[in-house]
Structure formats: structure tokens, C-alpha cells
Nanobody, 119 residues
């Protein structure tokens, strides 16, 4: 089993910054993708950014140039630096880990952390 513990959410004014962290523990496959999803009020959950154990990253178009995802493999931790925040970034942000050992696929979610951007 894998546990994901998120931190760093909160209330910030538009134009401000926040940094989210997600620490993973447990049986983590070495080949994995860690990412951040978000779900705004009345919206479906969407991918914000992801980073693979091989170092590749991808971003939603809406956050490119403003958000940066990074990871510390030694600590099994992924970060999301969010700059130039907008009110439409308001959502619950969820950490996600997908991993495989070639035989088995696993998919885990954190409990979510609220990010509120005031105008």
C-alpha cells in the first residue's frame, strides 16, 4: 500500500504564490508518475501537471508558464510551485501516484488540499 500526504494549500490573493508538497510512503514501484490533479467547484477533476521517474514533465495548457512541478526521488516527494495564481485556480488539489513493476499497475490518491485564490 502507498500513502500520499499533501501539504501547502491555503488562501492567497490573485497574483500570489503557493507551493504544494506530496510525500509518498509505502511500496512504491520505481517506474512511476507522480502528479497533481484539481477539482474546482462544479467541475470535473483535471490533470494539472505530472512528472515521471524518468524526469519527463507535462502540464495543462492553463498552467503552463505559471506552475512548475518537480520531484525529489530520494524523498519520494513531488512539489508544485504555483505562481501568478488566478481565481480560476481555486480548487481542491490532489496528489496522484501511478506506478508499475511491469506486472502490476497501481494508482493512489492523496486526501486533497484546498487552494483558494481571492480576486
Amino acid at each position: 500500500q502507498v500513502q500520499l500526504v499533501e501539504s501547502g494549500g491555503g488562501l492567497v490573493q490573485a497574483g500570489g504564490s503557493l507551493r504544494l508538497s506530496c510525500a509518498a510512503s509505502g511500496s512504491i514501484f520505481s517506474h512511476n508518475v507522480m502528479g497533481w490533479y484539481r477539482q474546482g467547484p462544479g467541475k470535473q477533476r483535471e490533470l494539472v501537471a505530472g512528472t515521471s521517474s524518468g524526469g519527463s514533465t507535462n502540464y495543462a495548457d492553463s498552467v503552463k508558464g505559471r506552475f512548475t512541478i518537480s520531484r525529489d526521488n530520494a524523498k519520494n516527494t513531488v512539489y508544485l510551485q504555483m505562481n501568478s495564481l488566478k481565481p480560476e485556480d481555486t480548487a481542491v488539489y490532489y496528489c496522484n501516484l501511478k506506478g508499475t513493476n511491469g506486472l502490476e499497475f497501481r494508482d493512489f490518491w492523496g486526501q486533497g488540499t484546498q487552494v483558494t485564490v481571492s480576486s
